[in-house]
């Protein structure tokens, strides 16, 4: 059964401190691993999309990787603006729903 | 407007009460998808649309829940005799062809009482 684990929960940085989000995965063919980032009362909001082992992909302050059994988004220098729950979810070649994780959340203070 | 658009953003109904949820999808996406996420937990899948057919309901829990679509557009979710554990933010997404990247409404939050 495809799965996915995010850690830490919750994680608390002063801005400008750098770190990073992980996601664990098992699928049966991965087509693509997807992070997305979502909101107080808001719906997810799509970040990026990784397909193979190796690849990276950036945008500001974010940058997620890919490796066979796990994705990382690291976050650097961030701001108070980057506050949110950033999600992982992985969908496989058999099929077209996306499994998510429960979500880091992240709160970065002034 | 632009984006997904969900209707109502709240609900609140009584235990045994039918209610359905509405989705209106990007213009032109052929995918659409409806999640249910409670409070601190992620997104649970529930059903898949292609088209107006459903080639995926594995996530629908019971069969008090259920989903059409018509005219390859608008997306109706019903759910019967409501349950306190029915209580959830319902979100609709749409894809331009299930690729995984969806855009998702703000959601239907749902208390049943």
């Known amino acids: 059964e495809d799965q996915v684990t995010q850690s830490p929960e919750a994680l608390r940085l002063q801005e400008g401190e750098s770190s990073s989000l992980n996601c664990s995965y098992t699928v049966s063919g991965l087509r693509g691993l997807f992070w997305y980032r979502q909101d107080p009362g808001k719906g997810p909001e799509f970040l990026f999309t990784?397909?193979?082992a190796g690849e990276e992909k950036e945008k500001e302050r974010l940058k997620a990787t890919l490796t066979k059994k796990e994705s990382f988004l690291h976050i650097t220098a961030p701001k108070p603006e980057d506050s949110a729950t950033y999600l992982c979810?992985?969908?496989?070649?058999?099929?077209?729903?996306?499994?998510f994780g429960t979500g880091t959340r992240l709160q970065v203070f002034p | 407007g632009a984006g997904v658009s969900q209707s109502p953003s709240n609900k609140v109904t009584e235990k045994g009460k039918d209610v359905e949820l509405r989705c209106d999808p990007i213009s032109g996406h052929t995918a659409l998808y409806w999640y249910r996420q409670s409070l601190g937990q992620g997104l649970e899948f529930l059903i898949y649309f292609q088209g107006n057919s459903a080639p995926d309901k594995s996530g629908l829990p019971s069969d008090r829940f259920s989903a059409e679509r018509t005219g390859g557009s608008v997306s109706t979710l019903t759910i019967q005799r409501t349950q306190q554990e029915d209580s959830a933010v319902y979100l609709c997404?749409?894809?331009?062809?299930?690729?995984?990247?969806?855009?998702f409404g703000e959601g239907s939050r749902l208390t049943v009482l």
């Open positions: 979810a992985v969908q496989g070649y058999n099929t077209d729903k996306l499994i």
């Open positions: 990784l397909y193979s």
């Open positions: 997404a749409s894809s331009e062809l299930a690729t995984g990247e969806l855009f």
